[in-house]
């Protein structure tokens, strides 16, 4: 099956610092990724849709200036998050989706848990 | 818009038990509905989905789900639980506008099985 990746799996970073996090999928290409975040104990909440070589979209309430999402190509997206602060850490969860039909499920990467001190 | 209900936080069962893990969505139009599996600290799992067809689904695991359009329900269940199901469940939604719609969650259930 389809995989998705996620580089680094866990983070620990100063407060102010930048982290940048990748969502790479494996085997396949993917026009469209989604970056999802999740706090403890809650459901995942899509943050952006980010679209091979355009901009992403962001949901309401997302800073987009805080979260820089970059699908520079068709099997990497990345997410930065920028002068992170403490409210910052959560569970990060990319999903990638492997082509044009709406009959294909979304392959999700293992997230990447980043903790700001 | 589209959203998603699972009315229980938390779902305990007996070891060799069935298991029902409830979910009800909204959404205009026929429904992609979807059910993962995660692990602690870990992504998501995808257990089955209900495109179109037969509304008894069957996915990984023993797990199977139907569809229910009048109830607007998709309930996941499994026959006889194992105490390796314990995880957290989540039901999602998609509406088949085009490929790239993003998923709507719900919250979650945890599902503990007890030896």
């Known amino acids: 099956g389809a995989v998705v990746s996620q580089h680094p799996s866990r983070v620990i970073c100063k407060s102010g610092t930048s982290v940048k996090i990748e969502c790479r999928s494996l085997?396949?290409?993917?026009?469209?990724m989604f970056w999802y975040r999740q706090f403890p104990k809650q459901s995942l909440m899509l943050m952006a849709t980010?679209?091979?070589?355009?901009?992403?979209?962001?949901e309401q309430g997302v800073e987009k200036d805080k979260f820089l999402i970059n699908h520079a190509s068709l099997t990497l997206s990345t997410l930065t998050v920028t002068s992170a602060h403490p409210e910052d850490s959560s569970f990060y969860i990319c999903?990638?989706?492997?082509?044009?039909?709406?009959?294909?499920?979304?392959?999700f990467g293992p997230g990447t848990r980043l903790t700001v001190l | 818009a589209q959203s998603v209900a699972q009315p229980e936080d938390q779902v305990n069962v007996a070891e060799g038990n069935p298991l029902t893990v409830k979910c009800t969505y909204s959404?205009?139009?026929?429904?992609?509905l979807f059910w993962y599996v995660q692990y602690p600290n870990r992504g998501l799992q995808f257990l089955l989905k209900?495109?179109?067809?037969?509304?008894l689904v069957k996915g990984s695991y023993g797990f199977e789900a139907e569809f229910n359009k009048s109830q607007t329900s998709f309930h996941l269940k499994k026959p006889s639980a194992l105490v390796s199901d314990s995880a957290l469940y989540f039901c999602a939604v998609r509406e088949p506008i085009s490929g790239n719609t993003p998923l709507v969650f719900g919250k979650g259930t945890r599902l503990s099985v007890i030896a």
């Open positions: 999903s990638a989706h492997n082509g044009g039909s709406s009959y294909n499920e979304q392959f």
């Open positions: 085997d396949f290409q993917a026009t469209t």
């Open positions: 209900y495109i179109t067809g037969d509304n």
């Open positions: 980010s679209n091979e070589g355009s901009k992403a979209t962001y």
């Open positions: 959404v205009s139009g026929n429904p992609y």
